[in-house]
């Protein structure tokens, strides 16, 4: 069975301080990854989403930037945070099933900037 | 992407069934109709999703319009753990590697 794991469960950074998420999924190959930010409240944002390896597109304009360097591993970084980079940080990946993508999301990352 | 019009909440009784009402009267004829839900502190989950006829599975049932301008997901009889935010979602099947647009979904809450 497919398993994705992300790390840290929660974070808290000063302003200004680099950033580093990692996400990895097992058990499958050559899955479509996802990262989201869900902001106090509800509403999730897709921030990027890669189709294999090397391959991103953003979604929105902002300061983080992600890589995909293997085939199931998604990383999110940022060079400098900001306080509006605070929020629930969500992976997933995705399967075809029946004609569409079933997303399968992570357990999450809590961040905190201070 | 297509939009969708969800009740901001709603109010169930343990027990009993949960109709969840989502619009979607500019539905294009290849969008999939998805539901997710994400229960407090956790990634959203997939429930179910249809194109044209109703679907059950072992989670929940959706109806789906004649006119796919609307659907309702079912939960045949809510419990506690039922609680969470519900997303109604249109995707067109192949498109952009499957990324999701989620809005601000139903907040469901059960009472025992």
């Known amino acids: 069975s497919q398993t994705i794991h992300q790390w840290p469960a929660t974070l808290v950074q000063p302003v200004g301080s680099p950033l580093s998420l990692e996400c990895t999924v097992e058990g499958t190959s050559n899955p479509n990854l996802y990262w989201y930010r869900q902001a106090a409240g509800r509403g999730l944002q897709l921030l990027f989403y890669s189709v294999g390896i090397g391959q991103i597109s953003s979604e929105v304009p902002q300061n983080l930037s992600a890589s995909r360097p293997q085939d199931r591993q998604f990383i999110l970084s940022s060079k400098k945070l900001l306080l509006s980079d605070s929020g629930f940080y969500l992976c997933a990946w995705s399967v075809k099933r029946d004609r569409v993508y079933e997303q399968y999301f992570g357990p999450g990352t809590r961040l905190t900037v201070t | 992407d297509a939009k969708t019009t969800q009740p901001n909440s709603m109010e169930s009784n343990e027990e009993e069934p949960v109709h969840l009402p989502c619009n979607h009267s500019t539905i294009s004829g290849t969008d999939y109709i998805h539901w997710y839900r994400q229960l407090p502190s956790q990634g959203p989950e997939y429930v179910i999703h249809?194109?044209?006829s109703n679907v059950n599975n072992r989670m929940a049932s959706l109806a789906i319009a004649e006119d796919r301008k609307s659907s309702t997901l079912i939960l045949h009889r809510a419990t506690l753990r039922d609680a969470a935010v519900y997303y109604c979602?249109?995707?067109?099947?192949?498109?952009?590697?499957?990324?999701?647009?989620f809005g601000q979904g139903t907040e469901l809450s059960v009472k025992p």
């Open positions: 249809g194109l044209t």
């Open positions: 979602i249109l995707r067109y099947g192949y498109n952009q590697g499957g990324k999701l647009i």
